[in-house]
């Protein structure tokens, strides 16, 4: 692998620049490789190349809102609704705030059948109550017996509680 010049750096940023892609500024010289490897050493090289794609995925997206805006203005006599549609994929994807309209045309037809396993009251039948039993509890007394767990030096470490019948 031969190291970049940097006149090569500079056609390569350029070439992200307009296209937006790192795999535009390859060519039979540069391969990925070499421009990963760069970008892996020089970290201005690396912040260059960041920027190049971020300001050309701005001009993609001033693009993409230019065309909708025809489109909208009536500029064109033919829609072609396959370049429209990825405008406002992008515009959806990468413009804050915009919200593109999506229309879903289409039926379903479906006879839909609910089985369950539970049956249905029967409300007319009264269900008469029958008597019920009360079982007496032993009336006992509860008391909570809280006891200090000291150290050696007589710091608190713990309390033990305990319930004791009376």
Do not use: C
């Not at 260059?48 to 050309?56: G, V």
Request: glycine letters at 4%; aromatic letters at 4%.
């Amino acid at each position: 692998m031969s190291k970049l010049t940097h006149t090569v750096k500079e056609q390569i940023i350029n070439a992200v620049w307009v296209n937006g892609t790192l795999e535009s500024a390859t060519n039979d010289n540069v391969t990925m490789e070499m421009i990963q490897a760069e970008m892996k050493k020089s970290a201005v090289f690396k912040k260059r190349i960041r920027k190049a794609l971020e300001e050309s995925k701005g001009m993609l997206i001033d693009e993409a809102r230019a065309l909708v805006r025809d489109y909208m203005r009536g500029k064109f006599i033919k829609t072609d609704r396959n370049r429209l549609t990825a405008a406002i994929a992008l515009l959806n994807a990468y413009e804050p705030g915009f919200k593109g309209v999506t229309t879903v045309k289409g039926s379903v037809d479906h006879n839909v059948r609910v089985i369950t396993g539970v049956p249905r009251p029967k409300y007319d039948v009264i269900i008469e109550a029958k008597e019920v039993k009360q079982i007496d509890t032993p009336k006992t007394k509860h008391k909570t017996i809280k006891t200090e767990i000291l150290d050696d030096r007589g710091n608190l470490l713990a309390i033990k509680s305990e319930e004791v019948e009376i």
